[in-house]
């Protein structure tokens, strides 16, 4: 999922999930979200890890609809 954005929003609600993980899971996490926003894929070879990016990767879903709507709306003003 590769787009122009610089960033992306983490949810502190999502974030609970966080408390339930090793430290080496939680910094598997970030790399997949890294990989994620830059358009690749990253093997955390952890079932663990995978199955709690899905949730993260679902918002980041219903985010990025919502950025591409207002960048839209934004441009019809311009």
């Known amino acids: 999922m590769q787009n ?10 999502s ?3 966080i408390e339930e993980l090793t ?6 996490l970030l790399k997949k979200m890294r990989s994620y926003h ?4 990253y093997n955390s ?3 663990i890890v ?3 990016f899905i949730q993260f990767k679902n918002q ?3 985010d990025m609809e919502k950025y591409k709507t ?4 934004i441009e019809k003003m311009a």
């Open 70 to 73: 207002y960048a839209i709306e």
């Open 50 to 52: 995978d199955i709690v």
């Open 4 to 13: 122009k954005r610089k960033s992306f929003v983490l949810h502190f609600d």
């Open 45 to 47: 070879n952890d079932k």
């Open 38 to 41: 830059n358009g690749n894929t």
């Open 23 to 28: 430290d080496e899971q939680v910094g598997k």
């Open 15 to 17: 974030l609970d999930v």
């Open 60 to 62: 980041f879903d219903r």
